[in-house]
């Protein structure tokens, strides 16, 4: 059973499998996979093989084995080739039957080369990540926010001192601080947040805001005189500023600290590789739209999705699916 797990991991990985689903059925139990955004059966196993499936991956993440009801999470270095890993991440519940499932996450290095839909989107980020304030980015579960943050971070790998705080870790990268949530050793985001601040890191990268408290944190941190990145639940840039003022951030803070809000999408193209798709806010249009109660994505989303939709590089389906945000 070891030798069969580890190969169906090895093809998964190569096939880009971004989520595993072991849940349970009548019978057993089904493997779905997620790839680009799409779920497929994979395969039914009988009850004995997928509980030996979970325990095998629950032992390898240090999970309690025997638990099978209440919420367990963990994580494990998974290695394709030699000196390349990618990270597991296992997150396991029983339903109201005492039936366990069992959720895997592929967290796959960030690659060299990438692609945005609209590349002077990517620039002006860029140049906005060399300035000190708050930068946040929104979008769904899957849609690279960590990627984003990193990648803007690592231009200044030489220049200035990177730290970030995370629940948990998901890129492991040996030149940035990396602290871990774990309110059990008294580390919650709160309690980090203020030591970063002691630690004095030029860039701080905040994993998400989950609450008025860190909200409030995350703001008076950028106005320490550095560079704050953090995610935050929204559906559109517009989205993220009434989030915010939902948290109870005052709009003088907010004048005051905010940089830029994004939110963004995984697009798939037509010649089935993906671009990052991007609705901001900075600047002038940033300062204008604080206070306001709108929603949605701006006008230039749609705008920009539609001309891709024209050149070939997205089918009208693609265009369709992702128009509103």
């Known amino acids: 059973m070891e030798g069969q797990i580890k190969r169906e991991l090895q093809i998964m990985i190569q096939e880009g499998v971004t989520d ?11 493997l779905s996979t997620l790839i680009q955004g799409k779920l ?30 209440r919420p367990q999470s963990g994580a494990l270095e998974w290695e394709m080739d030699p000196g390349q890993k990618i990270n597991l991440r296992i ?31 990517w620039e002006g980020l860029q140049v906005l990540a060399q300035q000190t304030g708050v930068m946040l980015f929104a979008g769904p579960m899957g849609s690279g926010k960590t990627t984003t943050m990193y990648r803007l971070a690592e231009q200044f790998i030489d220049q200035k001192t990177i730290m970030t705080i995370e629940d948990p870790v998901e890129i492991s990268h040996e030149r940035f601080l990396q602290t871990q949530v774990n309110p059990v050793a008294g580390m919650d985001y709160q309690t980090l947040i203020k030591t970063s601040l002691r630690h004095r890191p ?6 998400e805001i989950r609450d008025s408290q860190t909200a409030q944190m995350v703001i008076q941190a950028g106005l320490s005189g550095q560079l704050v990145m953090a995610t935050i639940h929204a559906r559109s840039a517009q989205g993220v500023l009434s ?11 907010l004048h005051q600290a905010l940089l830029a809000v994004s939110y963004q999408r995984l697009i798939p193209l037509h010649d089935q590789s993906w ?23 701006a006008q230039s989303w749609r705008f920009e999705l539609a001309r891709a939709c024209e050149e070939g590089r997205i089918t009208d389906e693609t265009y369709q699916q992702f128009k509103a945000g």
């Open 20 to 30: 595993a689903y072991l849940m349970p059925e009548a019978a057993g139990y089904r």
């Open 91 to 121: 997150s396991t519940v029983g339903d109201y039957r005492g039936q366990e499932s069992m959720v895997v996450r592929f967290i796959y290095p960030p690659k060299a080369d990438f692609q945005v839909l609209v590349p002077s989107h």
């Open 275 to 297: 671009a990052l798709h991007f609705d901001q806010l900075s600047g002038d249009d940033l300062t204008q739209s604080i206070g306001h109660e709108e929603s949605g994505v």
């Open 202 to 207: 030029q860039i701080l990268i905040i994993g």
């Open 40 to 69: 497929a059966l994979r395969y039914h196993f009988s009850k004995h093989s997928g509980q030996r499936i979970m325990a095998y991956l629950k032992y390898r993440s240090n999970l309690d084995i025997s638990e099978h009801r």
């Open 243 to 253: 989030r915010l003022r939902q948290l109870g951030v005052d709009q003088y803070y």
